[in-house]
């Protein structure tokens, strides 16, 4: 359910008031920020997708209805405006494959220790595809069958993409580990 | 030797070595194998699902400025299209007017002529009298006599009935003002000399009003006049008819070009691309152009150029922070040179023009934002910018049309390309900036 303040600040931004609006995005732009670093390899395209996010969520905002959680339905609409980033990018620079991981920067931790911004690096240097379909399905949650048809590929590759993400992702935490001790 | 073996023995035997204070904090974070499957999942879940993040500095600002954006083109489109409708309304309701030639008026100037009048009538009203006295129905498949031949039908019904119809032109009619001719007098309302397909009825008691006689008027036929060439042993024009003078104002879209000079300007280069949005610019120009023959023409003179770019930014006053926005502005006065080829017409010509536009001197006003300063830097402080930049590039479509009749009022409509490839920051600074402008000029041309 909506509280009295987020309903009152909905609906200013939907009556075109510039505060509420304001407002809107002070209150739910570092939780989107945080959706669209885990979307993006740097903090440039990161800003860049939540500009656009903002943008499409108060076109958007009429379409609302007050169903739900704003938060849940802000969410959906920022991992949308990521996907079809990632989508116009990938035609630019495919790359898939093991051999184009980089190493994570940053001191290398051991496993226990690994904090967000740890993970959220591992996330980051991950493959643009494998990145979308581990963020989609392990933090999204959605279905194998549901990121097929988001992102226009096979129910399997979206398996495939998975399983190498977490693939890599353990390797490179083994890796820290290893420096670590 | 077993001596040397005694005394490290007995030395280190029993030496306890220094154990580092986190090998056993290292030793139980290694211990758990590293998760896969759902648990990998779940841990990268857990710590990032509603994980929020700092949100840059002008985040709100550059959201405010690309909410805007589609709402300025689309108040750009309705006023292009206003514009557009406008013209075509004004050209439209214009095309009913007799063309301004004196080829047009001389035949009106004969159509006044007593004389003629008099005869015309007098033809006329013989050959209606014919043919109401011998087929009925020849008179409706003869050529339908023209709005002036009927006017002056009615003439010389007037004219019989009072003073004959053989007498000379200068006859005055009773009904008339002293003074007025008979073909003056006969002259027909303005209306009926300018309906097409008007219905006419003489309301004269006169042998043919006895009919059912209903007149079509023919079509007007729609001549063309255009002022040929001066060819051989004609007057040649004047030279002062080769000069005119143009007056305009528009706006114009400036794109800004901003470039890093090395990889290090980056950061620079991202905060002004994220801070500075262009706005309305505008120019004004006097110039003069000097026609060579109907189709070249020259044209040179000076513009007066306002680029003017939004400045963006937060900042913090009276610890709260601010959304600050300022105009920047680049002032030009520049020397356009353009060589027009025209396609001439009646009223409506166009002029398709290019040539080179030189600078005569740049000056700048407002600030930028440098991520490595606190404050917003002063363009004109920064020492970055020209004061001089160069030579550009100009292309335009001169549309013009002609209002009135004898020293025609010349409306101009000139949509605009303009291209500076210099960069108006001198060559050491850390981002070159470069534009292209792109807009519409209205105004006014006058003859010398």
Same mark, same amino acid.
């Given at each position: 359910?909506?509280?009295?303040?987020?309903?009152?600040?909905?609906?200013?931004?939907?009556?075109?008031?510039?505060?509420?609006?304001?407002?809107?995005?002070?209150?739910?732009?570092?939780?989107?920020?945080?959706?669209?670093?885990?979307?993006?390899?740097?903090?440039?395209?990161?800003?860049?997708?939540?500009?656009?996010?903002?943008?499409?969520?108060?076109?958007?905002?009429?379409?609302?209805?007050?169903?739900?959680?704003?938060?849940?339905?802000?969410?959906?609409?920022?991992?949308?405006?990521?996907?079809?980033?990632?989508?116009?990018?990938?035609?630019?620079?495919?790359?898939?494959?093991?051999?184009?991981?980089? $190493?994570?920067?940053?001191?290398?931790?051991?496993? =226990?220790? #690994? &904090?967000? *911004? +740890?993970?959220?690096?591992?996330? !980051?240097? /991950?493959?643009?595809?494998?990145?979308?379909?581990?963020?989609?399905?392990?933090? $999204?949650?959605?279905?194998?069958?549901?990121?097929? =048809?988001? #992102? &226009?590929? *096979? +129910?399997?590759?979206?398996?495939? !993409?998975? /399983?190498?993400?977490?693939?890599?992702?353990?390797?490179?935490?083994?890796?820290?580990?290893?420096?670590?001790? | 030797?077993?001596?040397?073996?005694?005394?490290?023995?007995?030395?280190?035997?029993?030496?306890?070595?220094?154990?580092?204070?986190?090998?056993?904090?290292?030793?139980?974070?290694?211990?758990?194998?590293?998760?896969?499957?759902?648990?990998?999942?779940?841990?990268?879940?857990?710590?990032?699902?509603?994980?929020?993040?700092?949100?840059?500095?002008?985040?709100?600002?550059?959201?405010?400025?690309?909410?805007?954006?589609?709402?300025?083109?689309?108040?750009?489109?309705?006023?292009?299209?206003?514009?557009?409708?406008?013209?075509?309304?004004?050209?439209?309701?214009?095309?009913?007017?007799?063309?301004?030639?004196?080829?047009?008026?001389?035949?009106?100037?004969?159509?006044?002529?007593?004389?003629?009048?008099?005869?015309?009538?007098?033809?006329?009203?013989?050959?209606?009298?014919?043919?109401?006295?011998?087929?009925?129905?020849?008179?409706?498949?003869?050529?339908?006599?023209?709005?002036?031949?009927?006017?002056?039908?009615?003439?010389?019904?007037?004219?019989?009935?009072?003073?004959?119809?053989?007498?000379?032109?200068?006859?005055?009619?009773?009904?008339?003002?002293?003074?007025?001719?008979?073909?003056?007098?006969?002259?027909?309302?303005?209306?009926?000399?300018?309906?097409?397909?008007?219905?006419?009825?003489?309301?004269?008691?006169?042998?043919?009003?006895?009919?059912?006689?209903?007149?079509?008027?023919?079509?007007?036929?729609?001549?063309?006049?255009?002022?040929?060439?001066?060819?051989?042993?004609?007057?040649?024009?004047?030279?002062?008819?080769?000069?005119?003078?143009?007056?305009?104002?528009?706006?114009?879209?400036?794109?800004?070009?901003?470039?890093?000079?090395?990889?290090?300007?980056?950061?620079?280069?991202?905060?002004?691309?994220?801070?500075?949005?262009?706005?309305?610019?505008?120019?004004?120009?006097?110039?003069?152009?000097?026609?060579?023959?109907?189709?070249?023409?020259?044209?040179?003179?000076?513009?007066?150029?306002?680029?003017?770019?939004?400045?963006?930014?937060?900042?913090?006053?009276?610890?709260?922070?601010?959304?600050?926005?300022?105009?920047?502005?680049?002032?030009?006065?520049?020397?356009?040179?353009?060589?027009?080829?025209?396609?001439?017409?009646?009223?409506?010509?166009?002029?398709?023009?290019?040539?080179?536009?030189?600078?005569?001197?740049?000056?700048?006003?407002?600030?930028?934002?440098?991520?490595?300063?606190?404050?917003?830097?002063?363009?004109?402080?920064?020492?970055?910018?020209?004061?001089?930049?160069?030579?550009?590039?100009?292309?335009?479509?001169?549309?013009?049309?002609?209002?009135?009749?004898?020293?025609?009022?010349?409306?101009?409509?000139?949509?605009?390309?303009?291209?500076?490839?210099?960069?108006?920051?001198?060559?050491?600074?850390?981002?070159?900036?470069?534009?292209?402008?792109?807009?519409?000029?209205?105004?006014?041309?006058?003859?010398?």
């Amino acid at each position: 359910m909506l509280s009295m303040k987020e309903k009152e600040l909905i609906e200013g931004a939907l009556r075109g008031d510039e505060r509420a609006s304001r407002l809107l995005f002070e209150r739910y732009a570092p939780l989107l920020m945080g959706v669209c670093q885990r979307y993006c390899r740097t903090q440039a395209e990161a800003e860049d997708v939540l500009q656009d996010s903002f943008v499409r969520l108060f076109q958007k905002l009429p379409k609302y209805g007050f169903q739900g959680s704003f938060a849940g339905w802000a969410r959906r609409l920022t991992v949308n405006v990521a996907l079809k980033t990632y989508q116009r990018k990938r035609f630019q620079m495919e790359q898939s494959g093991l051999e184009n991981i980089t $190493e994570a920067g940053g001191a290398p931790k051991a496993y =226990a220790e #690994l &904090g967000e *911004q +740890e993970l959220l690096d591992l996330i !980051q240097q /991950l493959p643009d595809g494998y990145r979308v379909v581990f963020n989609l399905y392990a933090i $999204e949650g959605y279905s194998h069958k549901e990121i097929g =048809a988001m #992102l &226009g590929i *096979q +129910e399997a590759s979206s398996r495939s !993409q998975l /399983l190498k993400a977490r693939k890599v992702l353990q390797a490179r935490i083994v890796a820290r580990q290893k420096i670590a001790i | 030797m077993k001596h040397i073996d005694d005394l490290f023995r007995d030395g280190l035997s029993g030496r306890k070595g220094d154990v580092p204070a986190d090998l056993w904090a290292k030793i139980q974070a290694a211990r758990p194998a590293v998760p896969a499957g759902e648990a990998l999942d779940q841990k990268f879940s857990d710590a990032l699902r509603d994980r929020e993040a700092p949100v840059p500095i002008g985040m709100w600002g550059r959201i405010v400025a690309a909410r805007a954006l589609p709402r300025k083109r689309a108040l750009y489109a309705l006023a292009s299209l206003a514009l557009l409708l406008l013209m075509g309304g004004f050209l439209y309701l214009n095309q009913g007017q007799a063309p301004v030639t004196p080829a047009a008026t001389a035949p009106a100037v004969a159509q006044v002529d007593p004389a003629r009048d008099l005869q015309l009538a007098t033809t006329e009203r013989t050959s209606t009298s014919e043919a109401v006295g011998i087929d009925q129905g020849a008179l409706s498949e003869r050529p339908a006599p023209s709005a002036n031949a009927t006017a002056a039908r009615n003439t010389s019904n007037n004219l019989a009935r009072n003073a004959g119809a053989e007498s000379s032109g200068t006859q005055t009619l009773p009904g008339a003002p002293v003074g007025m001719s008979a073909s003056e007098a006969a002259t027909p309302p303005p209306t009926l000399m300018n309906e097409r397909n008007t219905a006419v009825t003489s309301p004269l008691p006169s042998i043919v009003n006895f009919l059912p006689v209903t007149t079509t008027l023919p079509k007007e036929r729609k001549q063309k006049f255009r002022l040929q060439p001066t060819k051989g042993t004609s007057f040649s024009r004047a030279p002062r008819h080769r000069s005119q003078t143009e007056m305009l104002f528009g706006g114009a879209y400036a794109n800004q070009v901003l470039t890093a000079s090395t990889p290090e300007d980056r950061a620079l280069l991202s905060a002004r691309e994220n801070s500075e949005f262009p706005e309305v610019s505008y120019q004004i120009t006097l110039r003069q152009s000097y026609r060579f023959t109907d189709r070249i023409v020259l044209r040179g003179g000076l513009t007066y150029v306002d680029v003017r770019n939004q400045l963006d930014y937060e900042e913090i006053v009276d610890n709260e922070l601010v959304f600050t926005s300022r105009n920047n502005h680049l002032r030009m006065l520049e020397v356009p040179v353009l060589a027009g080829l025209t396609i001439p017409g009646k009223r409506l010509s166009v002029s398709i023009n290019a040539g080179p536009v030189f600078n005569l001197t740049t000056a700048v006003q407002g600030s930028y934002l440098d991520p490595d300063t606190p404050e917003p830097i002063d363009l004109r402080e920064s020492g970055n910018y020209r004061t001089y930049t160069g030579v550009g590039y100009m292309t335009s479509l001169t549309t013009t049309y002609a209002i009135g009749k004898k020293e025609p009022f010349v409306l101009v409509l000139e949509p605009f390309f303009k291209h500076y490839p210099g960069s108006f920051t001198r060559p050491g600074a850390r981002i070159q900036e470069s534009y292209w402008l792109a807009g519409l000029q209205l105004g006014i041309r006058k003859g010398l």
